[in-house]
Structure formats: C-alpha cells, structure tokens
C-alpha cells in the first residue's frame, strides 16, 4: 500500500491543522497510525487507530490535543490538531500495521509503507 500524507503547513502556537493521508488501496484491513520526526531526532508515535474496532490510542503529549480517525469509504486516515504547539514541529507520516490487533503498538517497527510526510511546523 502506498500514502500519501497532506495538511501541513506553518502555524502560530495554539492554532489547529487537520492532516490527511489517503491510501492505494482499501485500508479496512488495517491498523493506521500517524508518527512524527523531529530534525536529529527518533520517529516518534503519536496515535493509531484500530482496524474494525476503531479504538484509537495516543502519545501521552498529544492526549486531549489530537484526534485521530478514518474513512475506509475514502481509504484515508486523519489527525485533528489542535492547541498546537511549538514542540509538535516534525514531519508528520502516516504509516499502517498488519499486527494481530494483540501485537500493534506504538512502537514504530510494526508499521510500513511511510511515504514522504507532511511538514508542520508551529512558531511561538
């Protein structure tokens, strides 16, 4: 499956931006995730959204901020960002998993098929 992710942008601290990652093919079949990379750091969770259940799960920095969902009609996922902040600057992707639903994590070695990202990046 190949991504595309889009939506971002430069903002001011405490404004929103929705991304959006659109997928080749049909998604339902799997867990879908959104990561993020800072400049000279690790690619870092920040949420993912369960296949059939649609449980979502988030990073302890993005809780209450973020909202992720997801469109299989539309073979895409999305991140609601609000309240943004400095500190959120990163490439954002948007990646897939095809664990059992006991063995998806946050971790990113169980997801693939990055694509390129979205740049955001929010001033103070």
């Known amino acids: 499956v190949q991504l595309q992710a889009s939506g971002g942008g430069p903002v001011q601290a405490g404004d929103s931006l929705r991304l959006s990652c659109a997928a080749s093919?049909?998604?339902?079949?799997?867990?879908m995730g959104w990561f993020h990379q800072a400049p000279r750091k690790e690619r870092e969770f920040v949420a993912f959204i369960r296949r059939g259940s649609g449980t979502t799960y988030y990073a302890d920095s993005v809780k209450g901020r973020f909202t992720i969902s997801r469109d299989n009609a539309k073979n895409s996922v999305y991140l609601q960002m609000n309240r943004l902040k400095p500190e959120d600057t990163a490439v954002y992707y948007c990646a897939v998993s095809t664990l059992a639903s006991g063995s998806v994590s946050s971790s990113p070695l169980g997801w693939r098929s990055w694509g390129q990202g979205t740049q955001v990046t929010v001033s103070s």
């Open positions: 093919e049909r998604t339902f079949n799997y867990h």
